[in-house]
Nanobody
Framework: VQLQASGGGLVQPGGSLRLSCAASGIMVSLSAMSWYRQAPEKQRELVARISVNSSTRYADSVKGRFTISRDNTKNTVFLQMNNLKPEDTAVYYC??????????WGQGTQVTVSS
């Protein structure tokens, strides 16, 4: 199983980014897929999750600004991030959990929100 995260970068406050998590070895349609983030000297936190039945869950801090989605044909999960704030600066990780409970983490992608 491999998760390849991409799409991070430097953006000004109020800007947008879209992160991608391309999966191999699993089917994202049959896995619970999540995005986490970890800022310097802070614990890793859940940002958004999409379940097998397509239900979604968001951290309160990103509700209304971030959207998680899944493209089964591309076997990829996305995180659309709008109205970014400096406090969104972190390394973002994707994670999969299979129906059997097996977990896999992708490598992180850095998001920096700064003017």
């Amino acid at each position: 199983v491999q998760l390849q995260a991409s799409g991070g970068g430097l953006v000004q406050p109020g800007g947008s980014l879209r992160l991608s998590c391309a999966a191999s070895g699993i089917m994202v349609s049959l896995s619970a897929m999540s995005w986490y983030r970890q800022a310097p000297e802070k614990q890793r936190e859940l940002v958004a999750r999409i379940s097998v039945n397509s239900s979604t869950r968001y951290a309160d801090s990103v509700k209304g600004r971030f959207t998680i989605s899944r493209d089964n044909t591309k076997n990829t999960v996305f995180l659309q991030m709008n109205n970014l704030k400096p406090e969104d600066t972190a390394v973002y990780y994707c994670k999969s959990v299979s129906l059997r409970g097996s977990e896999c983490w992708g490598q992180g992608t850095q998001v920096t929100v700064s003017s």
